[in-house]
């Protein structure tokens, strides 16, 4: 959605998953009956960081999509470490920190994600160093994913080292009204609260 409002695209959304459900329909386009997935014409891709790629590759070309195969390769890295190296740490702190009902969350996995993602992003506060987003000074496709998850990173109650370049990185991802309309949303702070914010956040997120 938030690649959606950065190219200024018009579209239809039908709400799935999680509190709404998941359709016969929807099975018959997604099988792994994952959200996000996005009809374009006769394609239907799900995957989300496929369909943040088909949409700048195929609206945002030279603008969400870099126009020189050096910065495509390097989107590519970086949406590939964001699902590949990032994800898979930062979801067990969602889950374990907020997700999760009480009775299931394990704070001994809470407490090891939450260091190991600092380790994470200060990765990516030394490559800020060189410039403002992740692929040279112009944002782009790379900053999509990672930057979904900084929101709920920055949202959520738990310990984060200092980190002044990932700070400032995510503060200029919140200037962008696409990102303040499709990301910066309410999400609770906890499992009865999540669900109701969901609802809540119908054809919004």
């Known amino acids: 959605m938030w690649t959606l409002g950065e190219l200024g695209l018009q579209y239809q959304r039908h709400d799935a998953g999680g509190s709404f459900g998941i359709s016969e329909d929807y099975l018959q386009k997604n099988p792994n009956a994952v959200i996000p997935t996005i009809e374009d014409g006769d394609l239907v891709v799900y995957e989300s960081n496929a369909c943040v790629r088909h949409l700048a590759r195929t609206y945002g070309a030279g603008s969400l999509m870099p ?12 949406m590939d470490w964001q699902c590949s190296t990032f994800a898979p740490v930062f979801m067990q702190i969602f889950l ?8 299931k969350r394990n704070p001994d996995q809470l407490a090891r994600s939450v260091s190991h993602i600092g380790t994470l992003l200060a990765q990516i506060n030394t490559k800020l160093a060189a410039c403002e987003y992740l692929v040279g000074d112009a944002f782009s496709a790379a900053d999509i994913p990672l930057g979904t998850m900084l929101y709920r990173y920055f949202g959520m109650d738990i310990e984060r080292p200092s980190l002044p370049l990932v700070e400032q990185y995510y503060d200029r991802l919140t200037s962008r009204p696409a990102y303040q309309q499709h990301v910066m949303i309410p999400f609770g702070r906890s499992f009865d ?7 809540r956040n119908a054809k919004i997120q």
Do not use: F, K, V, Y
């Open 67 to 78: 126009n020189s195969s050096s910065s495509i390769a390097l989107t590519d890295q970086w």
């Open 96 to 103: 374990h920190g907020l997700r999760l009902p009480e009775d």
């Open 193 to 199: 609260e999540w669900n109701i914010e969901e609802q």
